[in-house]
């Protein structure tokens, strides 16, 4: 079993569509929960950060954190073309960020105008 | 302010030879990583630093060797080149821990012939 497993995607939907991409996870060390967007060529760019369980909320996207659960979820809403790109999780357990910072292999995203 | 920038964009080698991938933040941070990133398999931890003349290993070690010198420059060097480095490479930036946010640069694409 992978320590961070992804939605394989790729993922399809209608411009304005509600949209959940999802992480779950192995490691409950694990404290920093992060989702980068990476379009095509580019690197990833952080998009939103949680630390341990809960939701945060910025503009149109939701990040949502289950320890219990190791579940992790970012949600977009009124989804727009410009947020087609390929969504990776990644998490860290802070006491060992060296070998214990794992990205998700990222779940690709089309939004169709 | 130009960030972190990679050089070279793409790169082919054959088997067997040896290569430097440079990178440079103008950031003044002083937490500098490389990843390499592969179909299905997300990004994966090569080496880190934490600031000049310290440098740690990530998750895939084997086959490359880091220094840093001076807070701007992480070089990636590659000791003899294998098939099976054929990958996208990226290196960040951060001024703090991985938790913090990491900035990428635009990667550079290597293929080991």
């Known amino acids: 079993q992978k320590e961070v497993e992804q939605d394989p995607g790729p993922l399809s939907v209608p411009e304005g569509a509600i949209v959940s991409l999802n992480c779950t996870y192995s490691n409950s060390a694990f404290q920093y929960f992060m989702w980068y967007r990476q379009y095509s060529r580019k690197g990833p760019e952080l998009l939103m950060y949680?630390?341990?369980?809960g939701n945060k909320e910025d503009g149109r996207f939701t990040a949502q954190v289950d320890k219990s659960s190791k579940y992790i979820s970012l949600f977009i809403r009124d989804s727009q073309p410009s947020d087609s790109a390929t969504y990776l999780c990644?998490?860290?357990?802070?006491?060992?960020?060296?070998?214990?910072?794992?990205f998700g292999p990222g779940t690709r995203l089309s939004v169709l105008p | 302010n130009a960030g972190v920038t990679q050089t070279p964009k793409f790169q082919v080698l054959k088997t067997g030879q040896s290569m430097t991938l440079q990178c440079a933040q103008d950031m003044n941070h002083e937490y500098m990583s490389w990843y390499r990133q592969d179909p299905g398999m997300g990004l994966r931890l090569i080496h880190y630093?934490?600031?000049?003349?310290?440098?740690d290993q990530g998750e895939v070690p084997n086959g490359y060797n880091v220094s840093r010198s001076t807070t701007e420059d992480f070089p990636l060097r590659l000791l003899s080149a294998a098939p099976s480095q054929t990958s996208v490479y990226f290196c960040?930036?951060?001024?703090?821990?991985?938790?913090?946010?990491?900035?990428f640069g635009p990667g550079t694409r290597l293929t080991v012939l």
């Open positions: 990644a998490m860290s357990d802070r006491d060992n960020y060296g070998q214990n910072f794992v």
């Open positions: 630093s934490v600031g000049a003349g310290i440098t």
């Open positions: 960040a930036s951060s001024s703090r821990l991985f938790t913090d946010t990491q900035y």
């Open positions: 949680t630390y341990s369980s």
